[in-house]
T-cell receptor
Framework: EAGVTQSPTHLIKTRGQQATLRCSPISGHTSVYWYQQALGLGLQFLLWYDEGEERNRGNFPPRFSGRQFPNYSSELNVNALELEDSALYLC????????????FGDGTRLSIL | GENVEQHPSTLSVQEGDSAVIKCTYSDSASNYFPWYKQELGKRPQLIIDIRSNVGEKKDQRIAVTLNKTAKHFSLHITETQPEDSAVYFCAASGNTGKLIFGQGTTLQVKP
């Protein structure tokens, strides 16, 4: 069974630019979650999508947004990039809703210069 | 607000010894508690999870215990091996979809 796949592996941007990160869930999973893992700050919940709808959002500004496509893949968009957005962005997927095991991808390392 | 405290931040044990990592959660609505292992440069890997209707769960050398009254849950690794060396994260979730993670514990198993 193929795991969660994320692209690109690395992304380098400058302040003010926009970044798009992509995630393909495990086959059969309908929920996709996004987390930010910044150095020294652990994993912080960003967004949860299920069946194409945004179900929950973490304490991040509106310039962090995303969507889920009919095939359950997802995009995370970050606008007006700031230096502190430099982090590893992890995508996870699960079956259905509510407290199903979440399985992570390898992440996208976003570096802001 | 929602918070998960994890201790210790670092743990060093001799190969063959046991390791215990403890977490405390604040949200009484939490009912799902997974544990993840993250090796350097790799993805977090789910190693065990427990739900609020269960007090203990075991999987070979790994066990998790949950005390709902005290809002504590712990990871126990017995007969540690060098390949157990990694960062371990606890997490808690209610019916919100989001996992609230602890700060992580760096476990070093010395051969």
């Amino acid at each position: 069974e193929a795991g969660v796949t994320q692209s690109p592996t690395h992304l380098i941007k400058t302040r003010g630019q926009q970044a798009t990160l992509r995630c393909s869930p495990i086959s059969g999973h309908t929920s996709v979650y996004w987390y930010q893992q910044a150095l020294g700050l652990g994993l912080q919940f960003l967004l949860w999508y299920d069946e194409g709808e945004e179900r929950n959002r973490g304490n991040f500004p509106p310039r962090f947004s995303g969507r889920q496509f009919p095939n359950y893949s997802s995009e995370l968009n970050v606008n007006a990039l700031e230096l502190e957005d430099s982090a590893l962005y992890l995508c996870a997927s699960s079956k259905g809703q509510y407290n199903q095991p979440q399985h992570f991808g390898d992440g996208t390392r976003l570096s802001i210069l | 607000g929602e918070n998960v405290e994890q201790h210790p931040s670092t743990l060093s044990v001799q190969e063959g010894d046991s390791a215990v990592i403890k977490c405390t959660y604040s949200d009484s609505a939490s009912n799902y508690f997974p544990w993840y292992k993250q090796e350097l440069g790799k993805r977090p890997q789910l190693i065990i999870d427990i739900r609020s209707n269960v007090g203990e769960k075991k999987d070979q050398r790994i066990a998790v215990t949950l005390n709902k009254t005290a809002k504590h849950f712990s990871l126990h690794i017995t007969e540690t091996q060098p390949e157990d060396s990694a960062v371990y994260f606890c997490a808690a979730s209610g019916n919100t979809g989001k996992l609230i993670f602890g700060q992580g514990t760096t476990l070093q198993v010395k051969p």
